[in-house]
């Protein structure tokens, strides 16, 4: 544990919205309890589509958004990222407001990592009756067409910054608004930035997350050219296997999180008790290609290497770590050996797992969620590990698990965030005393 630091960051309170439960209790039940949520999607058609299974949330999210309903359906007509961060937002609210109220409107700030806007077929065709494009002039009037019918999307400069203005008008948050686009890295490191803002005397309060779902028919077809998603053979559940030798791709999912970041001397003096602290952030690029990982690891040693650097800390000190853990052949036993390396101990090897088997993999939300399921694990005393788990990737530093949780005193946790792009981020958080 850390003792309270007048130039730290701190999380006050945090938020989830994902395919195991609409709201953090939710979530971590369904992670307590083991559900796995893959399942055929429902809310798209998916005739056609060469891959019809994902982590869907399946629950009608209109209750949870007040009179902003239509509003935000309205913005949300080209994708459902706006859908659910305004979910997540309306389910902290009332929480949140006790620490927000309290600070000053020009010392609050909202940073987010968001996924890229990606066109939902189906609602185009609902909304201006054209589903083929046949020659350019077509397509202009095509686009036009679209413009008007995402009005309220396009009164800002960048569709990508609806949410974080969004929220900067819902909380009254004047000291800076920030939207970070880097993949499956976005919210970690959203989560990052926001903490060196604090520690930097940018705001007294950041609220940090993001959100994003490519359950649509591009971001279907899109994640199956790459290769990185398949139709599963049989019970859906064990499409996603991360860390495992026979894995064959990631399941596809959606979501929304939320963190409250606080400093230290705002903490102490309104008697405030956080739930941890971020002590380290660590940040690199490969480099290497846009569709994989170094396949040497580089990129994400330095990531490893800087947090843990940041954080002070030694290799086998940490108590668990949430890996990025995709399920994909590119990904898992580069991640694996990077981290054996750097943060790995054969004499106490480190409880290790990867919770997208479960949830699926958020992509632009990925980060915040299993931050979020990390600070779960931290302050119930349980370790999630990976379901579907079965023959392990073996490193002599890490232990991997694949128990629904398992108990364990967590002081120091992290989480690693390793993108399309080559984005790499590392978040370390601690218990405070």
């Known amino acids: 544990m850390s003792p309270l630091s007048s130039n730290g960051s701190y999380v006050l309170d945090y938020e989830s919205v994902s395919p195991l439960g609409v709201g953090k209790l939710s979530h971590w039940i369904g992670i307590e309890e083991g559900q796995v949520a893959a399942g055929e999607l429902k809310r798209i058609s998916t005739v056609g589509l060469p891959v019809t299974v994902g982590a ?22 080209l994708d459902r990222k706006l859908e659910l961060l305004a979910t997540a937002a309306n389910l902290a609210t009332g929480r949140f407001s006790e620490f927000l109220d309290a600070v000053d409107s020009a010392r609050k700030g909202i940073i987010l990592g968001m996924g890229q806007d990606v066109t939902n077929v189906e609602k185009i065709k609902k909304n201006i009756n054209r589903s083929v494009i046949l020659k350019p002039s077509d397509a202009f009037r095509f686009l036009e067409e679209l413009n008007n019918n995402a009005t309220r999307v396009n009164m800002v400069m960048n569709p990508i910054d609806v949410s974080s203005i969004y929220l900067a008008n819902k909380f009254g948050a004047a000291a800076f608004q920030k939207t970070i686009v880097t993949a499956c890295a976005a919210s970690s490191q959203a989560l990052g930035y926001a903490a060196r803002a604090i520690r930097r005397g940018k705001a007294d309060i950041v609220l940090a997350g993001g959100a994003d779902s490519l359950l649509n028919v591009f971001g279907i077809i899109a994640f199956t050219k790459l290769g990185v998603i398949q139709q599963p053979k049989g019970d859906p559940r064990w499409a996603c296997r991360p860390l495992d030798k026979t894995r064959n791709g990631t399941l596809l999912g959606e979501g929304a999180g939320l963190v409250l970041l606080a400093s230290g001397a705002a903490v102490e003096k309104n008697g405030w008790k956080p739930v ?158």
């Open 276 to 433: 941890a602290e971020i002590v380290g952030f660590g940040n690199s690029l490969d480099g290497y290609k846009i569709t994989a990982p170094d396949p040497n690891g580089e990129g994400m040693r330095r990531a490893l290497k800087e947090a843990a650097r940041e954080a002070d800390l030694q290799p086998g000190e940490l108590d668990y770590i949430n890996l990025h853990g995709t399920g994909t052949r590119a990904n898992d036993s580069v991640e694996l050996e990077a981290v054996d390396e750097i943060l790995g101990s054969e004499e106490s090897p480190i409880p290790v797992s990867s919770t997208k088997d479960r949830h699926g993999h958020l992509i632009g939300a990925a980060g915040v969620i299993e931050f979020n399921t990390t600070l779960g694990a931290m302050e119930n005393g349980k370790m999630p590990g990976t379901i579907n788990l079965r023959n392990p990737i073996e490193v002599p530093g890490l232990k991997l698990f694949s128990e629904a949780v398992c108990k364990a005193k967590l002081d120091t946790c992290a989480t690693n965030s390793f993108a399309f792009g080559g984005v790499n981020t590392v978040i370390i958080t601690k218990k405070v005393e």
């Open 56 to 77: 869907e949330i399946q629950d009608d999210l209109s209750g949870f958004l007040e009179s902003e309903h239509d509003v935000i359906r309205e913005c949300s007509v």
